[in-house]
T-cell receptor, first 111, second 114 residues
């Protein structure tokens, strides 16, 4: 499974845009990039998933360059409630059911 | 949609006792996963089932751990005997059968073994 690397922590302020970048240098052709969010005392929650270029939903955008060796999760105008741990994962095509979580990025949004 | 339901939310037990954690997946989901989360090791996949059949249990730490899924709406994770190092938050998750379907997690069971 492709190993992912992302910053351990990030700080931001309310109203700002936050971009969290994840590297996955050995991503394979059939792999998808998936992001989860986890609040304290809760299980992780799916945010967004993509294969290439850009994906947008009501929560976030996901930017994936052509070489797919990295991806950036973009959270527009964060609020205090966006304080959480964000996990970048690579879902392998032949075993996409087996998701392996890394350490994640702890995002702290300040007033 | 009630989501994935886990019970109990908290469990405190003494070393050597048997512990049973319970999970009810989302109706219609045919994959079920058990994860364990600790500060030191993060989120670890223990075992997952497809259509009630265990597919991969390579993450189960020891023979003291066992998991069953007797039907599509219920699964258990049992630890016997429990040890202090088993203290963690145990999450159950489910997903639909399509490839790359997102996982839906429960709110976990916080286990403390004294």
């Amino acid at each position: 499974l492709a190993k992912t690397t992302q910053p351990i922590s990030m700080d931001s302020y309310e109203g700002q845009e936050v971009n969290i970048t994840c590297s996955h240098n050995n991503i394979a052709t059939n792999d998808y990039i998936t992001w989860y969010q986890q609040f304290p005392s809760q299980g992780p929650r799916f945010i967004i998933q993509g294969y290439k270029t850009k994906v947008t939903n009501e929560v976030a955008s996901l930017f994936i360059p052509a070489d797919r060796k990295s991806s950036t999760l973009s959270l527009p105008r964060v609020s205090l409630s966006d304080t959480a741990v964000y996990y970048c994962l690579v879902a392998r095509g032949d075993s996409s059911y087996k998701l392996i979580f890394g350490s994640g990025t702890r995002l702290l949004v300040r007033p | 949609d009630a989501g994935v339901i886990q019970s109990p939310r908290h469990e405190v037990t003494e070393m050597g006792q048997e512990v049973t954690l319970r999970c009810k997946p989302i109706s219609g989901h045919d994959y079920l996963f058990w994860y364990r989360q600790t500060m030191m090791r993060g989120l670890e996949l223990l075992i997952y089932f497809n259509n009630n059949v265990p597919i991969d249990d390579s993450g189960m730490p020891e023979d003291r751990f066992s998991a069953k899924m007797p039907n599509a709406s219920f699964s258990t994770l049992k630890i016997q005997p429990s040890e202090p190092r088993d203290s963690a938050v145990y999450f159950c998750a489910s997903s639909m059968g399509q490839q790359y379907s997102p996982l839906h997690f429960g709110n976990g069971t916080r286990l403390t073994v004294t």
